[in-house]
């Protein structure tokens, strides 16, 4: 129990005059003898001490009444026991406010955000002045307490949303980290929030439970700034088939829709940017939502033909916004490039036949390929002009001069790419030698006979990962092997991508340069039957997984493995480089048209991009190449989840000593004075304060009244 005006329970002292008034006034009658009054006296005793009783009645009540108003005037203050430990120590107030992307939702004119920045204010605004506070809101960074509440006041009144959110429960465990580490002040936690159900998670609820535990001296306030309104269309993340197209390539693009509400089926439009970068809208479609009466669902579904060569970017958006715009806009980029130029060496022209075909069918006639193949001999490698082609592939090759070793080193240091499968040609004395291995992982040993079958253990490899959606259908043990090379000891730069059912390598790496190497201890291009020898395998025998096999290596040592040209807001953006693109500098192009001017090294086979915060699309140039390349940052689809908790689920779940809950803005500022003096008591004190003024008032008028 506390006093916010000690000085006025002084006036408790007044409770002197009734008394003194009560003995000055008291009458002594006189004595006078009657001896018929005999008993007349004995009644008059009687209620004499009746009446000595009723005055001492109202003399207490009196008495009370003024020491009751002192006390009331006073404004009496009650903490709970568990903010008793700093008693009197000022306060170290952390507000935590919800600025992910949800909490643009709009209702009645305002915004979540807006709701939570003018609780927060209020909460400021309510500290004593011997407090301090810091802010936190889910951009990263490291928390601490600012110099005076003025500065806090300002920091929340520039906050605005961010794409790029961590975790609310990440930031509510950093402020109550914050608060406990406040030795000589009382930790209070404010959080401002929507009670979304994606922010408040179980497993969020249980990291912030196990944070109080830890710091049982600090106490936290969930402030709701929600509403139970829900309504919302949104569209889900965009499906592409394809981010590199070939020209004549037709790209189609998805979209889930649902609707949470009431409302007519959405109207949903493709914009393509033009060489201008102005959005033209090239189609709509009215989406036929089905489903129960809280959420619809349904799927858009465009289709763009003819897309000619270079970087396209574009976005499906719901022509009419809602409550929640951030979900009514998804963006994406694709590439339309031309067929990758691959170099086919082998002992005849014949021997590359099957890998022509694998990845480069000649009944499609070039029309929308992935490879463009040229086919040489090994014999005249050396004079070929390896520069102009994207990768290098040698099918089984026999001996080589040291002058096409160098060459295709060469080559290697500078991005290309070069796959190397042994097979029947090779023999250990040459491919021992200084030039092969520069190339190969190690020194052959020794053919082995041991038959098995191609199984990768893992499809997380570059080469292997386009590999990884059909891993539970993919019949691997199609692809028989007979024979395969094995070497002596492995070089400490290489490494195994793809092993035999046996554990024996199949396909090893080596680190060579800027570019990429492959070796394989078995044909690729074996034939099912050579003329007159034993095949070493029979991968080719089966057109699946075959075909399969050689696209996905081909295309890692093309560097034309489908590219990653959507991320999310945060993400950091990887655009691979070929080698005519490396540049010095680039201008960064962002959503909103502004241009920033980046550097890079010569070197760099790929540009790290991690100025991704704003979703949109995104174009990097440079004039001094020719490099013109994109990618699209989008929102996370959890942010259109506004199911909320249940605010009892929460206080279950929580300690009840360190928890509370403020249904509004202004409950939240009655918890900062609580926090501050504790609860006021003013309001009982003067309620009890009437109830004995009425009961003197009626006591003595009926006392008075038989008298």
Partial sequence: ??????????????????????????????????????????????????????????????????????????????????????????????????????????????????????????????????????????????????????????????????????????????????????????????????????????????????????????????????????????????????????????????????????????????????????????????????GGDATRTGEVEFTLDDLPLGVHQGVVQLSSPDALTIDNQRFFTVDVRPAARVLLAADAPTDATLVREAISPSLLGGEGQRFECETVTAATLRSAPLEDYQAVLLLDPPSLPPAAWDALDTYLQQGGGVGVFLGHNASSAPFNEAGPQKLLPGRLRRISRDATYLRPRRLDHPALAGMAEFAESIPWSLCATFRYWQFEELSSDSHVVAAFANGEPAILQRAAGQGRLLVGVTPLGEPPSPRGREPWNEWARHAWPYVLICDELTGYLARDAETQLDYLAGDTATIPLALDQRVTNYVLRLPDGQGLRRTAAVSDAALSISVTDDPGNYRVTSGSAQLDRGFSVNIPGEYSNLARRDPADLSAALPAAQFQFAATGVAAAELVEAAATGRELYSWAIGLVAVVWGAEHLLANRFYRRE
């Fill in 1 to 290: 129990m506390g006093f916010l005006t000690p000085a006025l329970t002084l006036g408790a002292l007044a409770v002197a005059v009734p008394i003194v008034l009560h003995l000055v006034m008291r009458q002594r009658p006189r004595e006078l003898e009657f001896p018929a009054l005999r008993f007349v006296q004995q009644r008059r005793d009687s209620n004499r001490r009746r009446m000595r009783l009723r005055h001492w009645l109202l003399l207490a009540l009196r008495c009370g009444l003024i020491v009751l108003l002192a006390l009331a005037l006073a404004r009496p203050t009650w903490r709970p026991p568990e903010a008793r430990g700093k008693a009197g120590a000022p306060i170290a107030a952390a507000l935590v406010i919800d600025n992910s992307p949800r909490m643009q939702y709009v209702a009645s004119g305002q915004s979540r955000l807006d709701a939570a920045v003018a609780a927060a204010t209020g909460v400021l605004q309510q500290l004593p002045g011997d407090a301090q506070a810091t802010v936190l809101d889910l951009t990263a960074g490291s928390p601490r307490f600012a110099l005076d509440v003025s500065s806090a006041v300002a920091r929340v009144e520039n906050l605005s949303s961010v794409a790029d959110a961590r975790e609310l429960a990440t930031a509510v465990v950093d402020a109550i980290e914050l608060a406990a580490q406040q030795e000589n002040r009382r930790g209070q936690v404010f959080v401002f929030s929507d009670l979304s159900g994606a922010a408040l998670s179980n497993e969020a609820i249980t990291r912030i439970a196990a944070a109080l535990e830890e710091a049982p001296e600090v106490q936290l306030a969930l402030v709701d700034v929600g509403d139970d309104a829900d309504a919302n269309t949104a569209l889900g993340e965009a499906v592409l088939s394809a981010t590199v197209l070939r020209t004549g390539e037709p790209l189609r693009i998805s979209a889930p829709v649902s609707m949470t509400g009431p409302g007519e089926p959405p109207l949903v439009e493709l914009l393509l940017a033009d060489e201008s970068g102005e959005l033209i809208k090239r189609n709509q479609q009215i989406v036929e939502l089905a």
